[in-house]
C-alpha cells in the first residue's frame, strides 16, 4: 500500500530543554552523541545519535515540559506533503513555519493528539 506522503529516512527527536549548550554536552558525556551544531538565533541546537538519520533537536525554554518529545520527519516538499494531509483530514497547528535558509516546519496531529512535525531543509546542501 502506498502511504499518502513519502518521507525522507530521517527523524529528528524535538525535546525542549533549559539550556542548549548544556543539554548537549550532557548527551556527549553520558551517550556518545556528537554535536552538530548550534543555531542560537533560532534557539535550536542538534545532535547526532548512535543511529543512523536519527538526531535529536533542543529547542531552549524557560520552562521545559520533560515527557513532550515531538519526532520531526524530514520531507522534500512540506507544502505538497501538508497539502495532502490536510485533504485527507489532517490537523495541523497553524500555519507552516519559516526560518530562511534553514527550515520550514509544520506540526499535525494523530487521531489520539500527539504532536508531529514535518521538516523540509532550506539549507544549501549542494
Same mark, same amino acid.
Given at each position: 500500500?502506498?502511504?499518502? +506522503?513519502?518521507?525522507?529516512?530521517? @527523524?529528528? +527527536?524535538?525535546?525542549?530543554?533549559?539550556?542548549?549548550?548544556?543539554?548537549?554536552?550532557?548527551?556527549?558525556?553520558?551517550?556518545?552523541?556528537?554535536?552538530l551544531y548550534h543555531a542560537d538565533e533560532a534557539g535550536w541546537s542538534e545532535i547526532a545519535t548512535?543511529?543512523?538519520?536519527?538526531?535529536?533537536?533542543?529547542?531552549?525554554?524557560?520552562?521545559p515540559a520533560p515527557g513532550n518529545c515531538v519526532p520531526?520527519?524530514? +520531507?522534500?516538499? @512540506?507544502?505538497?506533503?501538508?497539502?495532502?494531509?490536510?485533504?485527507?483530514?489532517?490537523?495541523?497547528?497553524?500555519?507552516?513555519?519559516?526560518?530562511?535558509?534553514?527550515?520550514?516546519?509544520?506540526?499535525?496531529?494523530?487521531?489520539?493528539?500527539?504532536?508531529?512535525?514535518?521538516?523540509?531543509?532550506?539549507?544549501?546542501?549542494?
Amino acid at each position: 500500500m502506498m502511504s499518502l +506522503i513519502s518521507l525522507q529516512d530521517t @527523524i529528528t +527527536i524535538a525535546m525542549s530543554v533549559k539550556d542548549r549548550h548544556a543539554s548537549a554536552k550532557w548527551y556527549a558525556d553520558m551517550l556518545g552523541f556528537e554535536t552538530l551544531y548550534h543555531a542560537d538565533e533560532a534557539g535550536w541546537s542538534e545532535i547526532a545519535t548512535r543511529t543512523a538519520g536519527v538526531t535529536i533537536g533542543f529547542g531552549e525554554q524557560i520552562e521545559p515540559a520533560p515527557g513532550n518529545c515531538v519526532p520531526v520527519f524530514g +520531507i522534500a516538499d @512540506i507544502d505538497a506533503a501538508r497539502s495532502t494531509l490536510e485533504g485527507a483530514g489532517v490537523g495541523f497547528d497553524g500555519p507552516t513555519e519559516v526560518i530562511e535558509g534553514m527550515v520550514k516546519t509544520a506540526t499535525f496531529y494523530d487521531p489520539d493528539g500527539n504532536a508531529l512535525m514535518l521538516a523540509q531543509d532550506l539549507t544549501d546542501q549542494s
